[in-house]
């Protein structure tokens, strides 16, 4: 089973959970560095280890009137400010020119499901060195993940982490097959749940995504008993006026309380490790 180096963290399917948590979209550095400050201070108490994520483009909102958040290098300037409190921290790119910028400032570069078999996306983030979390595309099975990982593999980066964020069912609405975890874990790579994004329904509001967000805690705690690496929260201290994806995040308040109770499943998991 393989382990990667994480800023001061190790991660691994049999190693303590790992908590990737923030809001979806940037919006200034005192929002960041609040929600990144309770957030690691809740992860501190609780055992968890804990990966500050937010994005500083949202490229595939449903509409082109929705916000999209301050661009590459407003956003990574508010990454660095979480990155001055000693915290690790995740943001997505878009385009292989954002890459090695990104990977400037943020440990792990994520790989959107939109995008995940997009070669030459694949090819810039490894080659950044940085760590690459690969979202499982909606659209594919999670056997097919192996294929996508080999490709930042061949560019001789072997810090890799794939993650579940769900399957289309039908129009606007995903489903979450738990039998992906132990098959992506056949890699041998770490293997995240996103649990907010596996609970959207895209495009389900028209102009923007819709979502169930009183589920997400749910299938983070059937995934975190399988025994995998970690797992993905979204997350805001008011979810209705957030600019993104609100129906889906974790309300702030509620997140220690959820990360206590996924810690308890994290240990009694591992003492039994996950086979399929």
Known sequence: MKQIA???????????????????????NDHAQMIAGFLAEACQAAGAQFLFKASF????????????????EAGLGMLAGVKAMGISTLTDVHDPGQAREAAEVADVIQIPAFLCRQTDLLLAAGETGAAVNIKKGQFL???????????????????????????????????????SLP????????????????????????????????????LARAAVSLGIAGVFLE??????????????????????GLIRGLMDFDRLAKAAPMRA
């Open 6 to 28: 994480i800023g001061g963290m190790t991660v691994g399917n049999d190693l303590p959970l790992l908590v990737i948590a923030g809001p979806c979209q940037l919006e200034s």
């Open 57 to 72: 483009d949202k490229a595939n909102r449903t509409s082109h009137a929705s916000m999209r958040g301050p661009g590459l």
């Open 141 to 179: 099975a999670p056997w097919d993940m192996e294929q996508v990982a080999r490709k930042v593999e061949s560019t001789g980066n072997q810090r890799i982490l794939l993650t579940e964020r769900g399957s289309s069912f039908g129009y606007n609405t995903l489903v979450s097959d738990m039998r």
């Open 183 to 218: 098959i992506m874990a056949r890699t041998g790579w770490p293997v995240i749940m996103d649990a907010t994004h596996a609970v959207q329904e895209p495009g389900g509001n028209g102009s923007s995504s819709g979502g169930q967000r009183a589920f997400a805690p749910v």
């Open 235 to 256: 997350t805001h201290e008011a979810p209705d006026r957030a600019p993104s994806d609100g129906a889906t995040m974790v309300p702030l308040a509620e997140m220690p």
